[in-house]
């Protein structure tokens, strides 16, 4: 069976960092673009990043650019996102999710993880 | 950056009844290949998002058929034929035409 799982979340100070992880087991993780999610809490989805199959093309939202870094071990079936200099807008829960890609482009998110949550605060 | 609008932010229905959920874009959704990379998700409470609808119609795999996609260039819509009590939950649209973006959610609820 497909699964995603996160970890690393938890609370953090305004300036800090954190790293989160997710496990992927039931497919070929090497063979997917994967992203990450954010949800505040109450509120809707914002897609975060994404990074290609071997890890050489990433994307960011704007709002995260230069503060967060999205990386992958393919050998570990593994995908991570470095999140540095951490506000409270950041706190929501992050989800990572499997792309379904067609033409180089975001067809769908088929595969979600179940979230790991993400708090800033002082 | 495209702008997606759904409307109503809130639809309480009749269970058995129909529920019609619309997604505005700020711009054509249409690709250059041709296609339209709109899906939608259904997210019940305290759950991860689930894929319903890609590429406007398509139902994703385990997605019942009272579920359906429609629409074009701009304009969306996912139709609930009769609703169930595990309907219940937030719908979002998502496009893929530009980098993702989703739409700010519509809550279906049972009257």
């Known amino acids: 069976e497909v699964h995603l799982v996160e970890s690393g979340g938890g609370l953090v100070q305004p300036g800090g960092s954190l790293r989160l992880s997710c496990a992927a087991s039931?497919?070929?993780?090497?063979?997917?673009?994967m992203s990450w999610v954010r949800q505040v809490p109450g509120k809707g989805l914002e897609w975060v990043a994404n990074?290609?199959?071997?890890?050489?093309?990433?994307y960011y939202v704007d709002s995260v650019k230069g503060r967060f870094s999205i990386s992958r071990d393919n050998a570990k079936n593994s995908l991570y996102l470095q999140m540095n200099s951490l506000s409270a807008e950041d706190t929501a829960v992050y989800y990572c999710a499997r792309e379904v890609r067609e033409e180089g482009l975001t067809d769908a998110f088929d595969i979600w993880g179940q979230g790991t949550v993400v708090t800033v605060s002082s | 950056d495209i702008v997606l609008t759904q409307t109503p932010l809130s639809s309480p229905v009749t269970i058995g009844q129909p529920a019609s959920i619309s997604c505005r874009s700020s711009?054509?959704?249409?690709?250059?290949?041709?296609?339209?990379?709109l899906s939608w998700l259904q997210q019940r409470p305290g759950q991860p998002p689930r894929l319903l609808i890609y590429k406007i119609s398509n139902r994703f795999s385990g997605v019942p058929d009272r579920f359906s996609g429609s629409g074009a260039g701009t304009d969306f819509t996912l139709k609930i034929s009769r609703v169930e009590a595990e309907d219940v939950g937030v719908y979002y649209c998502?496009?893929?035409?530009?980098?993702?973006?989703f739409g700010g959610g519509t809550k279906v609820e049972i009257k």
């Open positions: 990074i290609k199959l071997d890890g050489s093309e990433k």
């Open positions: 039931g497919f070929t993780f090497s063979s997917y673009w």
């Open positions: 998502m496009q893929g035409t530009q980098l993702p973006s």
């Open positions: 711009q054509s959704l249409v690709h250059s290949n041709g296609n339209t990379y």
